[in-house]
């Protein structure tokens, strides 16, 4: 590790040409080096949505669909609105074998996971900070002011500032809550089969197979609890799956 | 009585046959008695040769067979007269099913030309009443007299039986239990008939002399007299819960040839050896009923400690084997695994294995095929469950062992076999064909063959460091806290600021008149002194100053019309205004009017006091 942050700087400048040249020996159809050199961008720490997306995209086309559903999901936490990423996302969904039906949401959590995936956490960080700069001069003008319409102006702009600025701040918390804590992982084991409790003599309750996406509710011993898309709840060990 | 008809019959024959030869007599004879559902007899006899024998209508009996035709001929020599008769019978069977008392009418029949009637029968049929007849003598079969002699009914009982014989009494659930019915006989019988086969409730029953053609046959005493014995019957019974069991009784019918005790008196020693010579013996078919006792086995259950959980009811002595045809395969290649038991015992009762599959695989119901021994003793062979199964997807999988138990009746024990468990590893087959199975098979919906994945983006990208997040990091909060903090810092300087600058004017204010008025005390002095410029300097800057400091305006910023308006804006009276603007104009003309001054010096000197205090008190 410290070997590597050692190495960092006099990579920092090798990172954009190595990306450039994955994307070159992506479009040579060379799959296999194009992985190897967008996965060295992602171990010396560097990370975008366009790097998982090649990446992505590299093992869809060497037929490695869990990877590349990882991959894929990775470039979709970080951009969650980019077009490119969901259609690929959803191309490569079809070739898995589970196709899991997703429990219907109600619909403001839905308008909520729209507002919030706007942008990422950093975006809606600054967005916070830059209305509540905006707030306090607005504030300032309204206290210095001898001018009655610059008051009142000012006064109504300051309490809509401060209005985005608590908005903002909110939805930054909970981006980066699904960004950071909200830990959700990919199958890589072919068949896997879900157990009822942290334990392999626990009664089988369902099979899922390699690709699908599962959510990490707890972690116990070398067992994740999982949740699929379709509310079912239940035990596998770590070792089968991947962090997005 | 009939014996009687016969007699008279016999007699008449005779003396008709030695009167007139060709007396034609037609005659029928039955049973005046039978019982519903038994097979007998109707005899017609002609002693002569007839054609076109026509039966009756017998709309209350059923004809089972018949007319058999029989003739016999017999050449009498009587006191050196040859007589030839002859006699045709023509023989019914016949079963009467209602209760009751019929009439036969007439039978027709022809005899050169001219034709005959019989006589009418009227037959009684009485209800069956078989359990009246059977006797608790086990192993014993009664013995219907079925004939028309009642001299032959005491014999034949002894003569003709069925005795069931079995085993063993008490076997255990699921033990083979042999049963054997054995026919008795002393008489020539024909083989008998089963009207109504053995039962067996309650067994799982095998049939052991199925495919014999001959029966076996033997000579055996049984209570003190030789018989001969035929096993007609041979089965392997598994009896199927515990309890007492009952064998119900069957029936069978057969024909018997008895001798006829009805011999011929005459006086002649000669013709009587010679018709008592066995063979010129008369012999009668007779239908024997034939009627076995049930039998009551006692089955005792199974011992119930330590009965294996796969345990299913197999007894006997067994083997289990297995096989599987390939250990790796592909996705959607087919694996037959097959689970093999044989041996002695209730062989086809297993039903079932509990085969623990892999979730995943598909799996079809197993090929059972089995393959039955009998010998004269016992059932033995052998079921095989295959099993054909599909694993849809690649991985490593695990046939866990399969478990086979049975109660081992010579170990008195249960006996648990096991296969062996079966590693299967499955490798992912054709990507191609398997993705468009999977593609095909679960989400017919979407058709994706021939679209892609959008291409990469070739952009330039901003490459940030993994897990660096700025929200919640120490730069966020700085940012965050930033504004406060400079909003304070400015709040705290600007308040200071404001209250230094208040304090400086509200100074001023309060000096303005000190400053004045020492201003117009210097101004009294350079007066007296006689220094004009000097006086009118002192003055204009008291008045100026005045104004300034009192209204925090500065000095430069000052003129008549800023005076003017500041005052009025002041709330100042017109009139003071006015005296103010005209001491100040008064002061300006006076400073650089020519000649003597004294007098206007002391003019303006009481003007400014006039104005400064006129002013103060206004202001007030």
Same mark, same amino acid.
């Given at each position: 590790?410290?070997?590597?942050?050692?190495?960092?700087?006099?990579?920092?400048?090798?990172?954009?040409?190595?990306?450039?040249?994955?994307?070159?020996?992506?479009?040579?159809?060379?799959?296999?080096?194009?992985?190897?050199?967008?996965?060295?961008?992602?171990?010396?720490?560097?990370?975008?949505?366009?790097?998982?997306?090649?990446?992505?995209?590299?093992?869809?086309?060497?037929?490695?669909?869990?990877?590349?559903?990882?991959?894929?999901?990775?470039?979709? +936490?970080?951009?969650?609105?980019?077009?490119?990423?969901?259609?690929?996302?959803?191309?490569?969904?079809?070739?898995?074998?589970?196709?899991?039906?997703?429990?219907?949401?109600?619909?403001?959590?839905?308008?909520?996971?729209?507002?919030?995936?706007?942008?990422?956490?950093?975006?809606?960080?600054?967005?916070?900070?830059?209305?509540?700069?905006?707030?306090?001069?607005?504030?300032?003008?309204?206290?210095?002011?001898?001018?009655?319409?610059?008051?009142?102006?000012?006064?109504?702009?300051?309490?809509?500032?401060?209005?985005?600025?608590?908005?903002?701040?909110?939805?930054?918390?909970?981006?980066? =809550?699904?960004?950071?804590?909200?830990?959700?992982?990919?199958?890589?084991?072919?068949?896997?089969?879900?157990?009822?409790?942290?334990?392999?003599?626990?009664?089988?309750?369902?099979?899922?197979?390699?690709?699908?996406?599962?959510?990490?509710?707890?972690?116990?011993?070398?067992?994740?609890?999982?949740?699929?898309?379709?509310?079912?709840?239940?035990?596998?060990?770590?070792?089968?799956?991947?962090?997005? | 009585?009939?014996?009687?008809?016969?007699?008279?019959?016999?007699?008449?024959?005779?003396?008709?046959?030695?009167?007139?030869?060709?007396?034609?007599?037609?005659?029928?004879?039955?049973?005046?008695?039978?019982?519903?559902?038994?097979?007998?007899?109707?005899?017609?006899?002609?002693?002569?040769?007839?054609?076109?024998?026509?039966?009756?209508?017998?709309?209350?009996?059923?004809?089972?067979?018949?007319?058999?035709?029989?003739?016999?001929?017999?050449?009498?020599?009587?006191?050196?007269?040859?007589?030839?008769?002859?006699?045709?019978?023509?023989?019914?069977?016949?079963?009467?099913?209602?209760?009751?008392?019929?009439?036969?009418?007439?039978?027709?029949?022809?005899?050169?030309?001219?034709?005959?009637?019989? =006589?009418?029968?009227?037959?009684?049929?009485?209800?069956?009443?078989?359990?009246?007849?059977?006797?608790?003598?086990?192993?014993?079969?009664?013995?219907?007299?079925?004939?028309?002699?009642?001299?032959?009914?005491?014999?034949?009982?002894?003569?003709?039986?069925?005795?069931?014989?079995?085993? +063993?009494?008490?076997?255990?659930?699921?033990?083979?239990?042999?049963?054997?019915?054995?026919?008795?006989?002393?008489?020539?019988?024909?083989?008998?008939?089963?009207?109504?086969?053995?039962?067996?409730?309650?067994?799982?029953?095998?049939?052991?002399?199925?495919?014999?053609?001959?029966?076996?046959?033997?000579?055996?005493?049984?209570?003190?007299?030789?018989?001969?014995?035929?096993?007609?019957?041979?089965?392997?019974?598994?009896?199927?819960?515990?309890?007492?069991?009952?064998?119900?009784?069957?029936?069978?019918?057969?024909?018997?040839?008895?001798?006829?005790?009805?011999?011929?008196?005459?006086?002649?020693?000669?013709?009587?050896?010679?018709?008592?010579?066995?063979?010129?013996?008369?012999?009668?078919?007779?239908?024997?009923?034939?009627?076995?006792?049930?039998?009551?086995?006692?089955?005792?259950?199974?011992?119930?400690?330590?009965?294996?959980?796969?345990?299913?009811?197999?007894?006997?002595?067994?083997?289990?084997?297995?096989?599987?045809?390939?250990?790796?395969?592909?996705?959607?290649?087919?694996?037959?695994?097959?689970?093999?038991?044989?041996?002695?015992?209730?062989?086809?009762?297993?039903?079932?294995?509990?085969?623990?599959?892999?979730?995943?695989?598909?799996?079809?119901?197993?090929?059972?095929?089995?393959?039955?021994?009998?010998?004269?003793?016992?059932?033995?062979?052998?079921?095989?469950?295959?099993?054909?199964?599909?694993?849809? =997807?690649?991985?490593?999988?695990?046939?866990?062992?399969?478990?086979?138990?049975?109660?081992?009746? +010579?170990?008195?024990?249960?006996?648990?076999?096991?296969?062996?468990?079966?590693?299967?590893?499955?490798?992912?087959?054709?990507?191609?064909?398997?993705?468009?199975?999977?593609?095909?098979?679960?989400?017919?919906?979407?058709?994706?063959?021939?679209?892609?994945?959008?291409?990469?983006?070739?952009?330039?990208?901003?490459? +940030?460091?993994?897990?660096?997040?700025?929200? =919640?990091?120490?730069?966020?909060?700085?940012?965050?806290?930033?504004?406060?903090?400079?909003?304070?810092?400015?709040?705290?300087?600007?308040?200071?600021?404001?209250?230094?600058?208040?304090?400086?004017?509200?100074?001023?204010?309060?000096?303005?008149?000190?400053?004045?008025?020492?201003?117009?005390?210097?101004?009294?002095?350079?007066?007296?002194?006689?220094?004009?410029?000097?006086?009118?300097?002192?003055?204009?800057?008291?008045?100026?100053?005045?104004?300034?400091?009192?209204?925090?305006?500065?000095?430069?910023?000052?003129?008549?019309?800023?005076?003017?308006?500041?005052?009025?804006?002041?709330?100042?009276?017109?009139?003071?205004?006015?005296?103010?603007?005209?001491?100040?104009?008064?002061?300006?003309?006076?400073?650089?009017?020519?000649?003597?001054?004294?007098?206007?010096?002391?003019?303006?000197?009481?003007?400014?006091?006039?104005?400064?205090?006129?002013?103060?008190?206004?202001?007030?």
């Amino acid at each position: 590790m410290g070997m590597l942050i050692y190495l960092l700087p006099a990579y920092a400048g090798g990172i954009d040409t190595l990306y450039t040249k994955a994307n070159e020996e992506y479009n040579k159809e060379l799959y296999t080096n194009a992985i190897d050199d967008y996965l060295q961008i992602i171990q010396n720490g560097y990370e975008s949505p366009e790097v998982y997306y090649n990446l992505g995209n590299a093992y869809f086309k060497i037929d490695d669909y869990p990877s590349a559903i990882l991959y894929y999901e990775k470039a979709k +936490k970080l951009a969650p609105n980019d077009e490119d990423v969901n259609f690929n996302l959803k191309v490569v969904n079809t070739k898995i074998v589970d196709k899991i039906e997703p429990l219907p949401e109600l619909f403001l959590k839905n308008w909520w996971r729209a507002v919030y995936n706007l942008f990422n956490s950093t975006v809606w960080s600054w967005i916070a900070i830059i209305s509540f700069i905006v707030f306090f001069l607005l504030l300032a003008f309204y206290l210095l002011s001898n001018k009655i319409f610059i008051r009142k102006a000012s006064f109504y702009s300051g309490v809509l500032a401060l209005f985005i600025t608590i908005l903002s701040l909110i939805l930054a918390f909970e981006k980066y =809550n699904v960004e950071h804590n909200q830990k959700e992982a990919i199958v890589f084991t072919p068949t896997l089969t879900v157990k009822s409790s942290p334990s392999q003599s626990s009664v089988d309750l369902f099979v899922i197979h390699e690709g699908s996406k599962v959510k990490i509710i707890d972690k116990v011993g070398g067992w994740y609890e999982i949740r699929i898309a379709s509310g079912s709840v239940g035990w596998l060990p770590v070792d089968a799956v991947k962090e997005i | 009585m009939r014996k009687s008809v016969i007699f008279i019959l016999f007699i008449l024959q005779i003396v008709a046959s030695a009167a007139n030869a060709q007396n034609v007599v037609f005659s029928a004879s039955a049973r005046d008695v039978v019982r519903t559902g038994e097979r007998f007899q109707i005899t017609y006899t002609l002693n002569a040769d007839g054609k076109e024998f026509r039966t009756p209508d017998m709309k209350d009996f059923m004809v089972i067979s018949g007319p058999h035709t029989s003739q016999s001929s017999s050449i009498q020599i009587i006191n050196g007269k040859v007589s030839r008769s002859v006699e045709n019978t023509f023989t019914l069977y016949v079963v009467g099913n209602k209760e009751g008392i019929f009439t036969i009418p007439p039978a027709t029949i022809k005899v050169d030309g001219k034709e005959y009637k019989s =006589n009418e029968l009227k037959i009684q049929v009485v209800k069956s009443n078989n359990q009246a007849q059977q006797q608790g003598n086990r192993g014993n079969s009664n013995v219907n007299r079925g004939s028309s002699s009642s001299n032959t009914s005491t014999d034949i009982k002894d003569d003709v039986f069925i005795r069931v014989v079995v085993d +063993k009494r008490n076997p255990m659930l699921g033990e083979q239990v042999l049963v054997t019915y054995k026919l008795y006989y002393r008489v020539n019988i024909s083989s008998p008939q089963f009207n109504k086969e053995p039962a067996f409730p309650g067994f799982w029953v095998n049939n052991l002399l199925k495919d014999i053609k001959s029966y076996k046959q033997y000579e055996e005493t049984y209570k003190g007299k030789r018989y001969n014995v035929a096993e007609i019957k041979k089965y392997a019974l598994f009896p199927q819960r515990s309890g007492k069991l009952t064998i119900e009784s069957a029936e069978a019918i057969c024909q018997a040839q008895l001798k006829t005790k009805a011999q011929r008196r005459t006086n002649d020693p000669f013709f009587d050896s010679f018709f008592n010579d066995p063979f010129f013996n008369r012999y009668k078919t007779v239908d024997l009923n034939l009627t076995t006792n049930p039998l009551t086995i006692n089955v005792k259950p199974l011992p119930s400690q330590n009965m294996p959980a796969e345990f299913s009811g197999a007894v006997g002595e067994f083997d289990f084997s297995s096989s599987i045809d390939k250990n790796e395969c592909k996705t959607n290649d087919a694996i037959t695994l097959k689970f093999t038991v044989s041996g002695k015992g209730n062989v086809e009762l297993i039903d079932k294995l509990n085969v623990k599959f892999p979730p995943d695989f598909e799996v079809y119901d197993p090929k059972i095929s089995k393959k039955i021994t009998t010998t004269q003793y016992s059932v033995s062979g052998r079921k095989t469950f295959e099993y054909l199964i599909i694993p849809r =997807n690649p991985g490593n999988f695990k046939i866990p062992p399969v478990k086979f138990s049975y109660y081992s009746l +010579k170990k008195k024990k249960y006996i648990t076999l096991q296969s062996p468990e079966y590693d299967i590893s499955v490798a992912k087959g054709d990507g191609s064909s398997s993705g468009v199975v999977y593609s095909n098979i679960n989400q017919k919906d979407i058709n994706y063959i021939g679209t892609d994945i959008r291409h990469i983006k070739v952009s330039e990208t901003h490459l +940030k460091p993994i897990g660096v997040f700025f929200f =919640n990091s120490p730069a966020f909060y700085l940012w965050l806290a930033a504004p406060v903090i400079l909003f304070i810092l400015f709040v705290i300087f600007w308040k200071k600021e404001f209250e230094k600058r208040s304090n400086i004017a509200l100074m001023r204010n309060r000096k303005a008149t000190k400053v004045a008025h020492s201003r117009l005390k210097k101004a009294h002095t350079f007066m007296k002194e006689g220094k004009k410029d000097e006086f009118f300097v002192e003055i204009s800057q008291a008045l100026w100053g005045y104004l300034s400091d009192k209204f925090s305006i500065p000095l430069s910023n000052l003129s008549m019309d800023t005076v003017n308006e500041t005052l009025k804006n002041k709330g100042v009276k017109e009139e003071s205004v006015k005296v103010f603007i005209d001491t100040l104009n008064n002061c300006e003309f006076a400073r650089f009017a020519p000649g003597d001054s004294s007098g206007t010096m002391d003019n303006i000197y009481n003007e400014a006091v006039n104005a400064i205090s006129l002013l103060e008190s206004e202001l007030k």
